[in-house]
Structures are given as C-alpha cells and as structure tokens.
C-alpha cells in the first residue's frame, strides 16, 4: 500500500476523535454496532482491523444525525441509505449521504429561548412550574424549544401551559412503557445491548408518537362529526 493510500484510511480510533465533538457518547461498540447492522461497511487490512475511509466516516455521521436529530429508527435509515447506494449506482452519489445536514445542538439561555419561541416571561415560568420545560445548567435544549413554540401558538386557541398537564402525564406513562421494553436489554452485559436498548428505544418511541397522533386527529374528527 502507498503512503498516501494508508494515509486516506482511518482507524475506529480515529473515527471517534473525528466524531466525537459532534457526538459525544459515539464509542468503539456503536461502531461496531452499526457494522453488524450492516449500515456500515468498513474495509479490513490484512490483519483484520478496520479501515475507514472519508466516505466511511460521512456515512457514520449521517446516521448518527439521522438518530440524533430526527429520531429515525436504524431501520429506516438503512432504507435510505440503500435508495442512496442504488442512485449512487446509476448517477453520483446523492446528496443525503455526500453532504448530510448538521443541525448544530441547540443550547439557549433563557432570553434566547423567549426570543426563539415568541413567548413571554410568564408563559416560560408555567411551563417550568407545570413541568413542560426545564433548563440543564441554565440552557434549553431542541425539546424545550420545540414545547415553547407549541405552547405559545396553542396560547391563540386559549389553551395554555396549565391546561397540557394531561399531555406531560401521557407522555410519561408512554415513556414508562419504552422503559418497561428495554430493561431486559439494559440489564444484558453482551457487547452491543446498550446501543440495541437505544435502537429499540428510538423505535418505539417513533411508534407511540404515530399511535398517539392517529388516536387524537381520529378522535377530533369524531368531535367535529367527520
């Protein structure tokens, strides 16, 4: 092999310096979790360690992302990465997988997520009193913005933080459910049970939403006799 061929290929190791800023809980076995997945391929010298390449590397950052930011199941992305395999056959390689969208993690102070949410001081101090909201180190995250904003345009239909104390309980005892599934995984010391237990999480969690979302639009519907 060249010296600009072995310098063209990475280690795990060096995958996860490469990474570990955007994602800092990446490790050795979620890597190799993912391989034996199959969402990754890695190529393998001689004496069996990995090698990854640049397009390696772009391909783990647009799962990680995918799971990070949109909650996507591993199976799902796995499909996408497959359409993306096959139009990379017959064109270039697609866009989804040469340059995936980072959304850089959200961290507000407090007037930051005033300003984000279009909300007010008061309205932020019920959702932090009812439970909706709530700060780590004094900043909100993504979640905490994504309330906010909802909260502050159901405020036109005149409901308000007090009145969404039946949706935090849902959610909990959705959340109850998911911890309920993956406990036998955690409690697994096989290499890998902790990114299954969060593979499985993800997964149901994505499911509960589309059971709580087709529950309430079919139940609106009755309400309004459609």
Known sequence: MSAQAARSHMSIGDVIALLRGEFPDITVSKIRFL??????EPQRSPSGYRKFTHADVERLRYILTEQRDRYLPLRVIKDHLAAADRDDRLQTRPRAVQEPQRTQEVRLDRGELLAAAGIDEETLNELEDFGLVAAVARRYDADALAVARSVGRLAAFGLHA??????????EREVALVEQAVAPLLRRRAPGAIDRADEAAREMSGLLLDIHAALVRAQVRGVLGR
Not at 35 to 40: A, D, K, P, R
Not at 162 to 171: D, E, T
């Open 162 to 171: 007090r009145h969404l104390r039946a949706v935090r309980a849902a959610a």
């Open 35 to 40: 391989e034996g997945e199959g969402l990754i």
